[in-house]
C-alpha cells in the first residue's frame, strides 16, 4: 500500500465510520482500529501519518474506562483527539456540518503532511499488485451473483489474475428478468473471464415446492446454493483461493471492541472441511460508494455498479407463501416494468430500493366484460440509509398510474395493482 493512512482510533464513539469516512473525503486513506492497539501494531502499519483518538459515550469496556494509551500518546505520531465534548458533538452532527471537518482537514494537511493520494487508481494498483502476491500462479474461485461487490472483486480479480480465476454463477431461478443474461454477457463476451454458468432453477425450484415459511424458504435456497457451489468447486482441479466480496461494512458490522455486533458477517460459509480455500477480499477496506467507483473504473456498466441491494434469496421472498412457477413469471415481469419505467422517470438514482410483491391470494376483477379472479402486484419502494429504516418517498402519480397501466396489461394472470405506503417499522422492506 503506498497511500498514507490516518487511523481512527476506536475509544468508544459511535461515529467512528463517519471520521473514517470524512478522512477518506479528504482524499487520504483512513481505518478504525482497537483502542488496544499496541505502539509496535500501530507502527507497523504502512504509512501511518497520524492518528484520530475517537472518544464517545461508549468508553467503558468490562467495567474499566478506556482511554489513550501513554505509549500511543508518546509515540512521535501525530494525536487529534476529540474530547468527550467534541465527541458528543460528532454524535449529533454530519462532520459535512461542522467546524470539526475544518479541524480535521487541518490535522490531516497541517500537521500530519499526508498526501491526498487515496484515489480509485491507486487502489486498483494496489491490489492488483497485492492480489498478484497473495495468489502467485494459482487459482482463484469466485462465486458471482452478478450484485455489485462480487461483480467488483470478478473485474478486479481478472484485471490482477486473468484466467486463473474462475467465477462461477448460480441462476437458481429467483433472479430478476435479465440479470444472469447480464453476467454472462459482461464477464464472458466482454471481458473473456472464464465463467461457469449454472442454470439450477428446477432444482431449487422442486425443492421449494409447497414450502410456504419465509424463513424455510431462506434456508432452503442458502443451503441449496451452497451445494450447487460445492459441487462446480470439486468439478475445478487445484483451486487453492476462494475471492469474495466483502466490505469494510461488513466487517465493521461484526462488532468493534466497543460497539455491539449489528450483524454478523457471512459470504460464503457453509462450505465443508475438505474445502478450505484461503480467502483473497480486495474490498474489504472499502465503503459501497468506493466499490461502485472502483467498479466503474474498472469499465463495468453503470446498470451493475448502481444496481440497487437485492436479497440474496432473490424473488422468492417476494412471491410470497409457496412459490408457484406461474406467479413467480408474473413477479419477474411486473418488477422488469416497474424497474424499466422508474429508470426512463430517472427514478432508479433517487430511491434506494424498489421492487414488486406478489401474494398468494387472488382477487375479484373484470375483464373483457366477463368476471376474472387474479392476483394482485403490490408496489414497493424505499428510501433508507442502513435499510434498519426506511420512508417511502413520494412518487410521482402519473409514474405509477403508468405502471399499473403496463402490468395490467402485458402481464398475465394480474388484475390488481396495490403501492405500500408503510415506513419501516413498522413494516420491513420486504414483504417476508
Ligand atoms: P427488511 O425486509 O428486513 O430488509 O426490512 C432490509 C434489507 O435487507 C434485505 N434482505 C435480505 N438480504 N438476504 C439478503 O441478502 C435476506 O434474506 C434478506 N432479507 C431482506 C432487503 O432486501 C433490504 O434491503
Not at 486473468?162 to 431461478?173: A, S, W
Not at 460459509?269 to 467507483?293: I, N, S, W
Request: charged share 30%; proline share 4%; glycine share 6%.
Amino acid at each position: 500500500m503506498k497511500q498514507d493512512m490516518i487511523v481512527v482510533l476506536d475509544l468508544g464513539s459511535t461515529r467512528n465510520t463517519d471520521v473514517a469516512r470524512a478522512v477518506r473525503a479528504l482524499g487520504v486513506y483512513s481505518e478504525i482500529c482497537n483502542y488496544d492497539i499496541t505502539k509496535t501494531q500501530l507502527l507497523s502499519m504502512p504509512n501511518v501519518k497520524g492518528v484520530v483518538a475517537n472518544g464517545g459515550p461508549n468508553d467503558t469496556v468490562n467495567g474499566v474506562k478506556i482511554r489513550l494509551s501513554d505509549e500511543i500518546k508518546n509515540s512521535k505520531l501525530p494525536v487529534y483527539t476529540f474530547d468527550y465534548e467534541e465527541g458528543g458533538k460528532i454524535n449529533e452532527m454530519p462532520l459535512a456540518e461542522s467546524d470539526i471537518a475544518e479541524k480535521l482537514r487541518s490535522f490531516v494537511f497541517d500537521t500530519c503532511k499526508a498526501q491526498a493520494n487515496w484515489t480509485t487508481e491507486n487502489f486498483i494498483a494496489d491490489q492488483v499488485e497485492l492480489i498478484r502476491r497473495q495468489v502467485g500462479d494459482k487459482k482463484v474461485l469466485l462465486a458471482l451473483s452478478g450484485g455489485v461487490d462480487s461483480s467488483v472483486v470478478a473485474a478486479l480479480l481478472l484485471k490482477a489474475v486473468g484466467k486463473q480465476l474462475t467465477c462461477v454463477h448460480v441462476n437458481h431461478g429467483l433472479l430478476r428478468k435479465g440479470e444472469p443474461e447480464q453476467v454472462v454477457k459482461v464477464f464472458k463476451d466482454q471481458l473473456d473471464a472464464n465463467l461457469v454458468y449454472v442454470d439450477a432453477t428446477e432444482r431449487f425450484l422442486t425443492k421449494l415446492e409447497n414450502v410456504s415459511d419465509p424463513e424455510q424458504k431462506r434456508k432452503i435456497i442458502g443451503a441449496e446454493f451452497i451445494r450447487v457451489f460445492e459441487e462446480e468447486a470439486r468439478k475445478l482441479d487445484g483451486i487453492e483461493f476462494l475471492a469474495q466480496g466483502t466490505i469494510y461494512p461488513d466487517i465493521v458490522e461484526s462488532g468493534t471492541k466497543t460497539a455491539k455486533i449489528v450483524k454478523s458477517h457471512h459470504n460464503v460459509g457453509g462450505l465443508p472441511d475438505d474445502l478450505k480455500f484461503e480467502l483473497v477480499e480486495p474490498l474489504k477496506m472499502l465503503f459501497k460508494d468506493e466499490v461502485r467507483a472502483c467498479g466503474s473504473a474498472l469499465g463495468l456498466p453503470d446498470g451493475m455498479v448502481y444496481r440497487q441491494p437485492f436479497p440474496g434469496p432473490g424473488l422468492g421472498v417476494r412471491c410470497l407463501g409457496a412459490i408457484t412457477r406461474d406467479r413467480l413469471e408474473a413477479l419477474r415481469e411486473s418488477d422488469a416494468i416497474l424497474r424499466e419505467e422508474f429508470a426512463r422517470a430517472g427514478q432508479d438514482r433517487k430511491v434506494w430500493q424498489y421492487f414488486t410483491v406478489v401474494p398468494d391470494f387472488k382477487s375479484v376483477g373484470v375483464r373483457d366484460n366477463a368476471r376474472c379472479f387474479d392476483w394482485p402486484v403490490i408496489i414497493r419502494a424505499v428510501n433508507t440509509v442502513d435499510a434498519m429504516t426506511a420512508e417511502v418517498p413520494e412518487i410521482p402519480f402519473a409514474l405509477l398510474q403508468r405502471i399499473t397501466k403496463r402490468i395490467l396489461a402485458e402481464v398475465k394472470g394480474v388484475n390488481r395493482v396495490c403501492f405500500d405506503l408503510s415506513p419501516k417499522p413498522t413494516a420491513t422492506i420486504e414483504w417476508e
